[in-house]
């Protein structure tokens, strides 16, 4: 019974360092991918900033087009407006 005993105990071992290899190939491989995805990732994060930056600097610039369209609109009536020559000017 004793070497009976023996043998699962050294066939058991044999099992677990066969299931530990397993175990850490899986963990190795999944490692691997994700450091694939984080590197994914941060080049998504990256794009999107500098899509974020673009948008701002566009929205900036449409915001002082914006403004000077206002400004000369504000010249044209002014320049169209009759004056009531019987009005003081002040």
Same mark, same amino acid.
């Given at each position: #019974?004793?070497?009976?005993?023996?043998?699962?105990?050294?066939?058991?071992?044999?099992?677990?360092?066969? #299931?530990?290899?397993?175990?850490?190939?899986?963990? /190795? &491989?999944?490692?691997?991918? *994700?450091?694939?995805?984080?590197?994914?990732?941060?080049?998504?994060?990256? $794009? *999107?900033?500098? *899509?974020?930056? /673009?948008?701002? &600097? #566009?929205?900036?610039?449409?915001?002082?087009?914006?403004?000077?369209?206002?400004?000369?609109? &504000?010249?044209?009536? &002014?320049? $169209?407006?009759?004056? /009531? %020559?019987?009005? %003081?000017?002040?």
């Amino acid at each position: #019974m004793r070497n009976n005993g023996r043998r699962v105990v050294v066939a058991g071992w044999a099992s677990a360092r066969e #299931m530990f290899a397993n175990v850490t190939a899986e963990r /190795d &491989a999944l490692r691997e991918k *994700l450091f694939e995805v984080s590197r994914d990732r941060d080049g998504i994060l990256a $794009a *999107l900033r500098e *899509l974020q930056a /673009d948008v701002a &600097a #566009m929205r900036s610039q449409a915001e002082q087009r914006v403004a000077e369209l206002h400004r000369e609109r &504000a010249i044209a009536r &002014a320049r $169209a407006a009759q004056r /009531d %020559p019987t009005l %003081p000017l002040n």
